[in-house]
């Protein structure tokens, strides 16, 4: 069982940046697969980025690869979202989830944080 809590979501301008934050509780963080997707309004949740149990390996949407930088600190049981050159079309709701799978797949995620709300102001 892994419990998931996002923050850092905001408003900012476009060509800012945010870093979100994901806090993991419960044993298995170390051994999961992380990943963030986000949900723009009135739209399906799509993928962002995954990191796979030790960091070492990386994927990115399309969408937001050479922009956003996920990253994980198993020690502290965090994993984080780098986002940078932000535009208003990144405007969504981020999620945080944990699989045993490396997946971009969102039904193979197991575990959801609640969310953050990421708007980018043109």
């Known amino acids: 069982q892994v419990q998931l809590l996002e923050s850092g979501g905001g408003l900012v301008q476009a060509g800012g940046s945010l870093r979100l934050s994901c806090a993991a509780s419960g044993r298995s963080f170390s051994a999961s697969s992380m990943a963030w997707f986000r949900r723009p309004a009135g739209k399906e949740r799509e993928f962002v980025a995954r990191?796979?149990?030790?960091?070492?390996?990386?994927d990115y949407a399309d969408s937001v690869r050479g922009r956003f930088t996920i990253s994980r600190d198993n020690a502290r049981d965090t994993v984080y979202l780098q986002m940078n050159s932000l535009k208003p079309e990144d405007t969504a709701v981020y999620y945080c989830?944990?699989?045993?799978?490396?997946?971009?797949?969102?039904?193979?995620?197991?575990?959801w944080g609640q969310g953050t709300q990421v708007t980018v102001s043109s």
């Open positions: 989830a944990a699989s045993q799978y490396f997946t971009d797949r969102r039904d193979e995620y197991e575990y």
């Open positions: 990191a796979d149990p030790h960091g070492g390996i990386t």
